[in-house]
């Protein structure tokens, strides 16, 4: 991967990240419910985007605790999270 690819990711992530934080809970429940039945059809791209969205909060629940393996653990959990919640909301199924 180029480093400029890796510069346009890392600024695509910012701005979703600082986007996320602006929205309303309405507007999050809205972006994961999207990502979750995108994800959950294949799209790796929403995977990554939904991983990305929830790794600050698993950075901070991990920090002082486990290090990286812990945080590792913590985004898989939260993702799983995230596709069940929208499965019991009715968004998608599995």
Same mark, same amino acid.
């Given at each position: !991967?180029?480093?400029?690819?890796? %510069?346009?990711?890392?600024? %695509?992530?910012?701005?979703?990240?600082? /986007? !996320?934080? $602006?929205?309303?809970t309405?507007?999050? $429940?809205?972006?994961?419910?999207?990502?979750?039945?995108?994800?959950?059809?294949?799209?790796?791209?929403?995977? /990554? +985007?939904? /991983?990305?969205?929830?790794?600050?909060?698993?950075?901070?629940?991990? =920090?002082? /605790?486990?290090?990286?393996?812990?945080?590792a %653990?913590?985004?898989? =959990?939260?993702?799983?999270?995230?596709?069940?919640?929208?499965?019991?909301?009715?968004? +998608? +199924?599995?």
């Amino acid at each position: !991967m180029k480093a400029s690819t890796l %510069t346009i990711e890392r600024n %695509t992530d910012l701005y979703f990240l600082a /986007r !996320m934080e $602006d929205a309303g809970t309405d507007e999050r $429940d809205a972006v994961f419910a999207d990502l979750a039945v995108r994800a959950l059809a294949g799209d790796e791209l929403a995977t /990554r +985007t939904i /991983r990305v969205l929830v790794l600050p909060e698993c950075r901070r629940i991990a =920090a002082g /605790r486990g290090g990286d393996n812990l945080v590792a %653990t913590l985004v898989d =959990a939260a993702y799983e999270e995230v596709l069940e919640w929208a499965v019991l909301e009715g968004h +998608t +199924t599995r």
